[in-house]
C-alpha cells in the first residue's frame, strides 16, 4: 500500500483520534440522532474508486484502513457506518449492507439499510447524499442483497427479509481481516 507511506503520519492520527472523539461526542444523544450524525460525518470523507487504491475492484476496506486513507468507494462508507453504529449500540439485525442496482446506471452501488421496525421501508444511508430516506422514496434503488453477520438476505414487495444463505465470501473475509487488526 504505497499511498498510505506518502500519507504523513500525522494526518492519519489526528483523523483517527477526530473520529473517536466524535463517536464519543455522540454517545449521548437519541438513536435518531445518533444515525443522522454518523451519516453526515462519514460522508464527508472523500470519495475515490477502488480501483484507484487498492488497484481491484470491489475491496471491502476495514474502518481502520478507510480511516487511514481518509477515502473510499461506497462499500468502505457502508462499512464504517455499519461498524460505528453497532458501537453506539444499534441492533446488528437491523442493520444490513445492501447492494443496491441504481436505475438508469451500469453497475451496482452499496448502501446502509437499517430497518428501524420489523414490515416497515428500511431507512437508506448513502455516501452519495446526505439526506437519510426511507427505500420507498429512493425509487432510484432496486435492493439486490442484504447482508449482515446473520446471513444474506432478499427483499420482498412488502419489506420482508427473506434469508437466502448462511453467509456472505466478501463479509467473511472482511471479519478475518478486522480480527488480524485488533490482534496486532
Sequence with gaps: MIYIKKVNAKVISNRIADYNRFMDSIKKYPKAQQIKKVNLYLNQLLPQYDSVIEKKNDYWATPKEFLIRGFGDCEDYVIIKYY?????????????????????????????????????????????????LPLNKRIDLEVKLLINSTGVYKLTKTDTLIKIANSFKKYQLLMKRMENERCS
Aim: proline share 2%; aromatic share 10%; no cysteine.
Design 84 to 132: 460505528s453504529l453497532l458501537k453506539l449500540g444499534f441492533d446488528e439485525k437491523k442493520l444490513f449492507i445492501t447492494v443496491v442496482k441504481v436505475k438508469n446506471s451500469r453497475g451496482n452501488h452499496m448502501v446502509l439499510s437499517y430497518f428501524k421496525e420489523h414490515g416497515r421501508s428500511p431507512l437508506i444511508l448513502d455516501n452519495l447524499s446526505f439526506r437519510m
